[in-house]
């Protein structure tokens, strides 16, 4: 039985981080020694509102002073990733029924490429259950705010990309 500090990955694009996400983060944490959130560098997709690396900056700092979580990019299949942090969990989160067959797909898979893969899933609070990185990506392009679907900090990131005030309504 493996005695180390229970690790788990929560992977995903967080293109931007959402409260969705940040209540997910705070959720695993009592469960989990340390959580890795896991920022995919997808190469193939080029329509990101935030490059990898301004992502990782704004997670950073939207996790500062959580000493228990830290922010890494991977590339590749989760399993290997995993490998190389040394987590066997990964944290998966559940909006609604319409998330569930393709997460489940991707826990299965996972767990056939590495059998000492298990995926957790966390649901989070209903005040954020219809929040999705899409959809807040969406609401600003078309003009909307997105005070209160995503922590100040990517607001203000935001909106310097607009090309408005940092504090604008």
């Known amino acids: 039985m493996n005695k180390g500090p229970r690790i788990a990955v929560y992977p995903g694009s967080f293109d931007p981080i959402h409260e969705g996400h940040l209540d997910i983060i705070h959720r695993c944490r009592p469960v989990f020694d340390r959580v890795v959130v896991a920022v995919l560098r997808n190469t193939?997709?080029?329509s990101s509102f935030f490059p990898v690396e301004e992502r990782v900056e704004i997670i950073e700092a939207v996790l500062e002073g959580f000493d228990d979580c830290r922010v890494e990019t991977f590339e590749g299949l989760l399993v290997h990733f995993m490998d190389k942090v040394g987590?066997?969990?990964?944290v998966r989160g559940l909006r609604a029924v319409s998330d569930f067959e393709t997460e489940f797909q991707m826990a299965l898979m996972n767990r056939r490429?590495?059998?000492?893969?298990?995926?957790?899933?966390?649901?989070?609070?209903?005040e954020?259950?219809?929040i999705s990185?899409?959809?807040v990506k969406e609401?600003?392009?078309?003009g909307?705010?997105?005070?209160?679907?995503?922590?100040?900090?990517?607001?203000?990131r935001?909106?310097?990309?607009?090309?408005?005030?940092a504090g604008a309504r």
């Open 44 to 46: 193939g997709k080029t």
């Open 87 to 90: 987590a066997r969990t990964t």
């Open 113 to 126: 490429l590495d059998p000492r893969v298990e995926t957790v899933f966390f649901t989070p609070k209903e």
């Open 128 to 130: 954020y259950s219809y």
């Open 133 to 135: 990185s899409r959809l």
């Open 139 to 142: 609401i600003f392009l078309l």
């Open 144 to 156: 909307g705010d997105v005070e209160g679907l995503v922590p100040p900090v990517v607001r203000r």
């Open 158 to 165: 935001m909106l310097a990309r607009r090309g408005g005030p």
